[in-house]
């Protein structure tokens, strides 16, 4: 079983500093994935000029009802930090992502704000490739109010920088 937290943040800075501390865990860089990766985006107030963004967070194979939250956060200036991890490193990894917990949302009452919101499809549905052992299912094991952590049958493929 492979193992994903998940956790969103207000400013690129505590998403970079939550991503370095997650590489000195040992944790390969291709494992993890900020949303958006960059300091300098601008907001477009459209939901077409987020796409590239959504497509990302598609690309992490996470439930709808997830998706909505971290695609309206992306869409809200917020950023989306998301680890694959081993088994072993779930609670420290955990213990990481919720610090400063004034930078972190609750996850829950995130989730409530945008309950009712759209959830975006991605940019080319009919080229989206699913796989069914990518698709990951919360972990009622691993609950926290800061984090998200999910399990799936098969690793994501790693990323290119």
Do not use: C
Request: net charge negative; glycine share 4%; proline share 5%.
């Amino acid at each position: 079983m492979h193992r994903n937290v998940t956790a969103i943040y207000r400013t690129y800075a505590t998403a970079d500093l939550v991503r370095q501390e997650l590489k000195s865990l040992g944790i390969s860089p291709g494992y993890i994935h900020v949303i958006p990766d960059t300091d300098n985006r601008v907001l477009t107030g459209d939901a077409r000029g987020d796409h590239r963004y959504f497509d990302q967070l598609y690309d992490l194979h996470l439930p709808d009802e997830d998706l909505r939250t971290y695609q309206q956060s992306v869409r809200n200036g917020d950023y989306v930090v998301s680890a694959e991890v081993d088994q072993g490193q779930i609670e420290r990894v955990q213990e990481i992502m919720r610090r400063p917990e004034s930078e972190a949302y609750d996850l829950d009452q995130r989730s409530g704000e945008f309950h009712t919101a759209e959830l975006y499809p991605h940019s080319d549905p009919t080229g989206r490739r699913i796989d069914e052992d990518r698709i990951a299912q919360r972990d009622p094991d691993h609950a926290d109010p800061y984090t998200r952590s999910y399990r799936r049958s098969a690793r994501l493929n790693e990323r290119r920088d």
